[in-house]
């Protein structure tokens, strides 16, 4: 039997067993949630999540629930890790994790801000980002908000590790921007494919796991949620700093200040990201959004701006 439940204010969702998913997952006692429907039609189930995702204004899975129940993932029967509303803990001390992820490779779980899991890439980025549990040294965890957001980002990168014509597949179907809309990650060598004779393959496709293929703006995003800006920030605020860093950025204008030029253009974009982030949107979207519109908008140069027509 699938149920779809609903967490008023936080999500919609499916799944088959709503004590162990619902209360033992995600903590919710049997109160603060609801149970909307039941069925053993999982191709309906899956469409009416998706629906009532739209419908409700939260965050709408990519994949349909039948799709993702149907791969061959790992269940959380292994590491028995905790996933609250905001972090994923893991079962072991730091210093013992990274072995014990290599082991559960293929293993995946679902967090408020989408799906996540471990392939060898994700297990770099867990490595640096885990933290010690503040209760006992035998516990650590992530942020999930940074991670989904990086792995929503890099996954469609998996196949690098798979060989060269996997990853060509891959990059053809994104049109070289990774699933959220974002241009290929910072650290992700543009020149890689060249370099390599498809029939025999040099030394540097053999290296791609060792690459940090993290983009700026996740960057910037795990800088913020490590000082609270996304748990206590506020979207008027960050709104005002915008137009602060914006009248820096006219000042050096005036000025032909060059390198503040720059420093300004960098705050706005932190802030922007930020500011997304408030919004419960990823800046790869609104920039995705930005160039779908202006992609084939015509017009002319007048007095030094561009006129639409």
Known sequence: MYYLYHIPGKKIGVTTNLEERVEHQQGYNSGEYEV???TEDIDLI???EISLQ??????VDRQLYKDLHN???KQLNEMKINITEMTTTFPCPVNK?????LD???????????????????VEWIMRNVKTSQYT???????????ARWFDNNDAYVALHHGLDNAKQMNDQYNGRTRSGALSPSGMNEESYECCDEKNPCECRTNYSSVDFISQFDQIREWAQERGLYDKGDVKTQTLKLIEEAGEICRAVLKDDKEQIIDGIGDCVVVLTNLAELNNVSIEDCIDAAYDEISNRTGKMVNGTFKKD
């Open 36 to 38: 909307i429907m039941s």
């Open 46 to 48: 899956s469409k009416k």
């Open 54 to 59: 739209k419908v409700l204004g939260y965050r």
């Open 71 to 73: 791969n061959n993932y």
């Open 97 to 101: 994790l990274k072995g014990r992820l």
């Open 104 to 122: 559960e490779i293929g293993m995946q779980w679902e967090t408020e801000f989408g799906p996540c899991g471990i392939t060898t890439m994700s």
């Open 137 to 147: 040294k035998d516990r650590c965890y992530i942020y999930n908000k940074a991670f």
